[in-house]
């Protein structure tokens, strides 16, 4: 059975772990007047670790087992939540062609108000203009009958006018005939 090896490093031990270390040290560590971990800083930590303990190999197959159980245990909530989102993302489509349809509908009601409007409108002032028509007949009918009387009473003055003068030149005439007339001597 091969085994394929995958370094992986180790993760740094915090003081508390470093101290229960110091505890199992021979004694000859504690007799070391350098202070504990506590007052060591991280560098000098990262020093003392040799590069052989960071690297921990691990088995291959390992890795394939925890890799699966991770997959096989967030995959389906994840392929649910995916479903999910489709729907969703579906839905959100569908209610968006609704929307965009009563949107339309309500341009459609709006414009055949206005076309209502616009109909009311129209007929207003087309009883308006019948209105205007009805008054000019009126007003002609009315012109031509003045028309009319006006030529009836100038040809009326005038006959009159006519009449006076004839009626003058008689009078004229009657007065000359009227006026004695010397006898012409002979």
Known sequence: MVYGTIFVPRLREYPMEQEGR??????????????????????????????????????????????????????????????????????????????????????ECNSLLDMHSLFTEAKFYHNKLVSIRKEMLMLHEKTTKLKKRALKLQQQRQKEALEKEQQREKELERERQLIAKPAKRT
Do not use: M, W
């Not at 670790?49 to 921990?56: C, K, R, T």
């Open 22 to 107: 110091e505890e199992e040290q021979p004694s000859s560590s504690q007799s070391d007047p350098a202070p504990t971990s506590d007052h060591k800083d991280s560098s000098s930590l990262c020093a003392e670790l040799s590069p052989l303990e960071d690297i921990v190999f691990v088995d291959k197959q390992a890795v394939e087992k925890l890799t699966s159980g991770l997959i096989s245990h967030y995959l389906p909530d994840l392929q649910n939540s995916k479903r999910a989102l489709q729907e969703l993302t579906q839905n959100q489509g569908i209610l968006l062609d609704t929307l965009e349809q009563e949107i339309t509908k309500f341009r």
